[in-house]
């Protein structure tokens, strides 16, 4: 691997950070958030030709789990962020695999996007794999911090059907979701100092919870058209997901996504994003008109 600090003047006295998912929608806006911030940081990503092209920035090429790639990838690094990996049936291992390359590595802290009420028996079933994935990197010996996003403000449009309905088992249950640009935003706060935030679990979420009625009836002043919540019962929602032919654990993350709104677990108002970034964080209504 080339020198990290040729590329930098004065570079190998900066901490370097390493990010993953720097691709994707989420991880891409806290690259360039550490790049306008001057630090030296290290793209690890699966494909070299989608990385972002930011100054002071490095690309290595791995995959989670990829043991020997990671220990390549992240050698030199001192703080890491770890996004979530996209969900499969083996996430978990894929995210602990990881973990312990980056502590074989010399990591010495890794910032990790969970989820809001991670627990072993979270009614998210998602949730419950960041939970595994946090106990992991908690007895791994390295320093951490955990991001707790709620669901994503972002996806809330998506949930409209063709026939202008939101269907899902939430009932009458609220969801604080947060908009992914203020998770990127604390996350790159705390990617800055890292071991200011050592050991702290943080809450991410917007600034109101609202029920899904409620989504509906914002994207309905939006749209100018008739948006409705229609709610389903457990069964209806797994019967209706049926036709994707999507496998089972991914049947069961959508279906107790809505479940986890119904039981009150995505309902809790957190003031981190605000705390951490002097800023209060995009509400639903702001979002929207915003599309």
Avoid: C
Avoid at 245 to 261: D, F, L, M, Q, R
């Amino acid at each position: 691997m080339t020198d990290p600090s040729s590329n930098v003047p004065g570079g190998g006295d900066q901490p370097l950070i390493a990010v993953t998912g720097s691709t994707g929608n989420l991880g891409s806006q806290v690259a360039r958030k550490l790049a306008d911030a001057g630090v030296r940081q290290r793209l690890v990503v699966r494909d070299p030709a989608r990385a972002p092209e930011l100054p002071n920035t490095e690309v290595a090429q791995a995959a989670y789990g990829e043991h020997a790639a990671l220990l390549n990838a992240f050698d030199g690094a001192d703080t890491l962020l770890l996004l979530s990996a996209t969900e499969s049936a083996d996430r978990v291992s894929l995210h602990t695999a990881t973990i312990d390359a980056a502590v074989a590595a010399g990591v010495r802290h890794i910032v990790y996007t969970s989820f809001v009420g991670a627990a072993p028996n979270a009614t998210f079933t998602f949730a419950r794999d960041h939970w595994h994935t946090e106990q992991h990197l908690r007895e791994s010996g390295v320093g951490f911090t955990f991001l707790r996003d709620n669901l994503y403000l972002d996806f809330v449009p998506g949930f409209v059907g063709e026939d202008d309905a939101i269907r899902g088992p939430a009932g009458d249950g609220r969801v604080a979701a947060v908009l992914r640009a203020d998770v990127a935003a604390v996350a790159a706060q705390v990617l800055l100092d890292p071991a200011a935030h050592a050991g702290a679990t943080y809450d991410l979420t917007g600034p109101t919870a609202f029920t899904l009625s409620e989504a509906a009836a914002v994207l309905s002043e939006k749209y100018g058209r008739k948006i409705r919540y229609e709610p389903e019962t457990l069964d209806e929602a797994y019967r209706s997901r049926e036709r994707f032919n999507a496998p089972a654990w991914e049947v069961a993350g959508w279906v107790t996504s809505y479940a986890a709104i119904a039981s009150g677990e995505l309902s809790a108002v957190s003031p981190a994003v605000e705390q951490l970034t002097g800023r209060k964080p995009t509400g639903l209504a702001e979002y929207v008109n915003t599309l």
